[in-house]
């Protein structure tokens, strides 16, 4: 089973079939898995404690829709690996 295709900017990222992992191997990677942000892809830095980075117009901003605050970007990591 392959891994499919995914929608973005980054051609080699792909997504994992949902049967790849056990539950406990979900639980494992759920343990050791941090998320971090990246200062060159928030509009707002300041809310994950980075100082303001000089403008990058080649990076895409991953809350450009809305403010995704870090307590929620964890969720979010969390979800997608159960």
Same mark, same amino acid.
């Given at each position: 089973?392959?891994?499919?295709?995914?929608?973005?900017? $980054?051609? &080699?990222?792909?997504? =994992?079939?949902? %049967?790849?992992?056990?539950? !406990?191997?979900?639980?494992?990677?759920?343990?050791?898995?941090?998320?971090?942000?990246?200062? $060159?892809? &928030?509009?707002?830095? =300041?809310?994950? %404690?980075?100082?303001?980075? !000089?403008?990058?117009?080649?990076?895409?901003?991953?809350?450009?829709?809305?403010?995704?605050?870090?307590?929620?970007?964890?969720?979010?990591?969390?979800?997608?690996?159960?």
């Amino acid at each position: 089973m392959g891994i499919g295709k995914r929608q973005g900017n $980054n051609p &080699k990222r792909r997504i =994992a079939p949902s %049967g790849r992992l056990t539950f !406990e191997g979900k639980g494992q990677l759920g343990r050791v898995v941090r998320y971090i942000g990246s200062v $060159n892809h &928030k509009l707002h830095p =300041a809310a994950y %404690g980075f100082p303001r980075p !000089e403008p990058r117009p080649n990076k895409s901003v991953c809350d450009m829709e809305r403010d995704i605050l870090l307590p929620e970007a964890e969720q979010l990591v969390a979800s997608g690996i159960r």
